[in-house]
């Protein structure tokens, strides 16, 4: 009998490609140069954000300004309280402008470990990675933080109102960069299937844990316990995972054939 000897991978295939073997100390170098690449830019962007400072705050409190009474404005308690507000406005608004340099910082440490077609997404990776950032930033201060302070401040209503920019702008961070963070949930899932670490199928099997699991990163991300809140944010999840589902299945890694 003839013996089957099994092809050997066209030139460029992902299973032909060599990966690039790097000792610890690269490693630990190539991150020691992304991660100061990346405070340059973030403070780069910081010093252009704090001279815009009072505008982007004046954007940002709109949600509350609406609900407010008329006159109604936000309030501090200590004399550090409006620089420590513009240095959080700077900083938070900093992240978001200078996240296509971050992005691509996070792509350039990963990069060495990747095959050949592989490292041909990176403008795919950085111009998605970033577009998602943003739609969940956005969708934070557009549909999720509006109606946690109406809810919020409806409780309040036989009371009188004193919103520190303190505790406003805090809640603001952390709604902003919690769902930004949320919605890389597909480029996530995208890497994974491209490791070959999850399928279209497995996560079709785990999709009621998922649920669960969304429910529960709902409810860290809220800041208020009740559940319609709580699925204000949940059901963009949900939809961002099963959109990871439809990615897995388009651009997973192939089975090996046999």
Not at 178 to 197: H, Q, S
Request: glycine letters at 6%.
């Amino acid at each position: 009998m003839t013996p089957v000897v099994d092809e050997l991978p066209e030139d460029g295939d992902e299973l032909g490609d060599e990966l690039p073997r790097m000792t610890l100390l690269e490693h630990l170098d190539e991150l020691r140069r992304r991660i100061l690449n990346s405070v340059i830019t973030l403070l780069v962007a910081f010093l252009v954000c704090w001279y815009f400072s009072p505008q982007i705050f004046s954007w940002l409190e709109r949600p509350i300004m609406e609900v407010l009474p008329e006159g109604e404005k936000l309030a501090f308690t200590d004399l550090t309280g409006p620089f420590m507000l513009y240095v959080k406005v700077a900083l938070i608004a900093a992240v978001f402008l200078a996240s296509p340099v971050l992005l691509t910082q996070v792509w350039l440490f990963i990069r060495p470990g990747l095959y050949r077609r592989e490292r041909r997404l990176a403008l795919p990776f950085i111009v998605f990675t970033t577009l998602f950032f943003v739609l969940g930033g956005y969708f934070g201060y557009r549909i999720a933080f509006p109606l946690v302070v109406r809810f919020l401040l409806g409780l309040g209503e036989d009371f009188k109102q004193v919103v520190t920019i303190q505790s406003y702008m805090s809640m603001m961070t952390k709604i902003l960069l919690g769902l930004g963070l949320v919605f890389e949930m597909p480029m996530l899932i995208f890497f994974l299937a491209r490791l070959g670490l999850v399928t279209a199928r497995k996560l079709i099997k785990w999709f009621r844990w998922a649920v669960l699991a969304i429910f529960v990163v709902a409810a860290i991300i809220t800041p208020t316990p009740d559940v319609a809140t709580q699925t204000v944010f949940a059901v963009p999840m949900i939809l961002l995972y099963l959109l990871g589902v439809v990615v897995a299945a388009l651009f997973g890694k192939k089975a090996d054939a046999e």
